[in-house]
């Protein structure tokens, strides 16, 4: 199964959902592969997502953001993280996909990061848990 994860400047939340999916279907033995990109892309990735990623043995090293495109969309369940920082750009209004509607760590602190990270690990795992039976 191929995961999509979409959001504005694919530099927090999408970035964290691919790297704690691809991470824990590993170590799950399942077949999911996830990937993620933004509406718009942003330049770098979240400082605080990356250091709040590696609190839990998980690097992000060689993530970048992307910029959607329709191949990436094709054969894929796509998730949406939120439209909190600017609703033009919002994926779901391009393509059809679940909202976690997740709050956006740009400009937060590590603690609020966290507070979003465990959010995402918490649906990363449920929905691995109904993908692995």
């Known amino acids: 199964m191929k995961v999509l994860y979409v959001c504005v400047h694919n530099a927090g939340r999408s970035q964290m959902a691919e790297a704690f999916t691809n991470h824990l279907a590993r170590a799950k033995g399942l077949d999911v592969v996830a990937e993620s990109a933004g ?3 942003g330049k ?3 400082p605080m997502a990356v250091e709040a990623m590696a609190e839990l043995g998980i690097s992000m090293e060689g993530h970048a953001p992307k ?3 329709q191949e990436m969309v094709e054969g894929a369940r796509v998730v949406s993280m939120g439209c909190g920082v600017d609703a033009e750009a919002c994926p779901a209004k391009f393509i ?3 909202d976690w509607e997740l ?3 740009a400009g937060q602190g590590l603690e609020a ?3 979003i990270r465990d959010q995402i690990r918490q649906r990363v795992e449920q929905m691995l848990s109904e993908v692995g039976g």
Do not use: C, I, M, S
Request: aromatic fraction near 0%.
């Open 96 to 98: 059809l996909a679940e």
């Open 39 to 41: 509406t718009v892309g």
């Open 44 to 46: 770098v990735l979240n």
């Open 103 to 105: 709050e956006d760590p």
């Open 67 to 69: 910029l959607l495109t």
């Open 113 to 115: 990061v966290r507070v």
